[in-house]
């Protein structure tokens, strides 16, 4: 059997594997890594299906990852595409108040954002309408982030790959859709015949990062409950226009946004995503790829959840059906009342969330997720703003992982 030996072997060439390689890369000299990807090249999953927007650190608690690498991961992410000649859109954000009774929470979003280091103020109705005239605020206040911005994720990965391929250090490997790792013998044992050789692994595959965790004996009381987030575009001919990101107070006990609306650098202009169970790791058109056992696991939680847990219940009756044309408007609405059906069109942009679930404790997963296992770091949950944070999540990564240490 061909034989490969590396020092550092990632699992999965999405953001958080190619910034975790492209920081190993530079401060170590002497590390030889290898990525494995099942798919013929990088950006067809999460990472590639991204909205863009570099988030400005408001929405998470202080004492959480989120929190600590979301802010200088931005700045870090916005530089490095700077300085690579790719496209930043200077859009801003501003958060809105659908109802009056969420407005406290835009005192509650600003304060996290000041802890955080988020450059953010409190702005009144004239001031938010001359940002956006054709947007909503039903307390007549609003949250201003200048610092938002957008940038290109397939192009942003893209450049990446070929930044760090120029690397003698660096192996890819494509189209990798199957192989039997031996944890002891640090092993990976690969359908296309090749042996790979490891010192230590990283595991960044994404939707499968569980059961690759798994394989290692670790997180097992974890597991993947996919959603699926689709998208609408407001048409070219539409009467208003928006350049700024528009996004409502979201429900803090859940891991969603609520459906915003969010320019892109090609002139469109997207609304979403919704949050609909996906029943599958890979199920975006939302028939094709459902998987039997999780599609029942999936509804068995939540309505086990639905039953006791009024946060469920509020998500079912808010998100879950956001996916139907009728109720998506009439969530767009709370935000920006003008928009009617005849002014959007359906989106080819389809994302899937990650989102981690705890067995043991019954209860969906808010922040980042690292577990160290034998001869490997393990990353679940990368979910948003892990294509933000991306290059201080590595460096994080790097600082707390036992092969370095």
């Known amino acids: 059997m061909p034989k490969i030996i590396t020092d550092i072997c990632i699992l999965g060439s999405g953001m958080v594997g190619l910034s975790l390689a492209h920081q190993i890369l530079e401060r170590f000299k002497n590390l030889r890594v290898t990525i494995i990807e099942k798919e013929k090249t990088v950006g067809l999953h999460s990472s590639g299906r991204n909205s863009g927007v570099l988030h400005s650190g408001l929405y998470y608690p202080a004492d959480?990852?989120?929190?600590?690498?979301?802010?200088?991961?931005?700045k870090k992410l916005k530089a490095w595409c700077k300085e690579n000649g790719l496209e930043v859109f200077e859009s801003?954000?501003?958060?809105?108040?659908q109802h009056d009774f969420l407005d406290p929470n835009l005192d509650l979003l600003f304060n996290r954002g000041?802890?955080?280091?988020a450059e953010v103020e409190i702005i009144d109705e004239r001031e938010f309408k001359k940002i956006l005239p054709h947007g909503r605020t039903a307390s007549g206040r609003a949250l201003w982030s200048k610092s938002t911005c957008i940038v290109d994720p397939i192009k942003v990965i893209?450049?990446?790959?070929?930044?760090i391929s120029?690397?003698?250090?660096?192996?890819f490997l494509f189209s990798e859709r199957s192989y039997l790792i031996d944890v002891k013998k640090k092993i990976i044992k690969l359908r296309s015949g090749n042996n790979i050789h490891y010192d230590f692994l990283f595991n960044c595959s994404g939707s499968n990062a569980d059961k690759i965790a798994h394989e290692f004996g670790i997180g097992r009381e974890y597991k993947i409950l996919p959603f699926r987030g689709s998208y609408w575009e407001i048409k070219r001919d539409a009467p208003f226009k928006f350049?700024?990101?528009l996004y409502p107070v979201p429900d803090l006990n859940f891991p969603f946004l609520g459906v915003h609306i969010t320019p892109g650098l090609n002139g469109s202009v997207y609304i979403g995503p919704t949050a609909v169970p996906a029943f599958g790791r890979e199920n975006y058109n939302g028939i094709k790829n459902i998987e039997p056992r999780m599609f029942f696991d999936f509804m068995g939680q939540i309505l086990r959840k639905s039953i006791f847990d009024k946060k469920i219940r509020r998500y079912i009756y808010d998100q879950a059906f956001d996916w139907l044309p009728i109720k998506l408007i009439k969530s767009v609405n709370l935000i920006a009342p003008e928009i009617r059906l005849s002014h959007i069109k359906r989106s080819q942009k389809v994302g899937i969330r990650a989102q981690l679930f705890d067995n043991k404790n019954?209860?969906?997963?808010n922040d980042f997720v690292m577990l160290e296992g034998n001869d490997s770091s393990h990353i679940l949950n990368a979910v948003s703003p892990a294509f933000t944070a991306s290059f201080e999540l590595a460096d994080y990564i790097i600082?707390?992982?036992?092969?370095f240490n």
């Open 114 to 117: 000041r802890l955080n280091g």
């Open 362 to 365: 019954k209860e969906f997963i």
């Open 64 to 74: 959480s990852l989120k929190a600590k690498v979301c802010i200088p991961g931005a």
């Open 243 to 245: 350049e700024t990101n």
């Open 166 to 171: 120029s690397n003698k250090r660096i192996r």
């Open 158 to 163: 893209q450049k990446l790959r070929d930044n």
């Open 92 to 97: 801003g954000k501003i958060i809105t108040a």
């Open 399 to 403: 600082h707390e992982s036992v092969y």
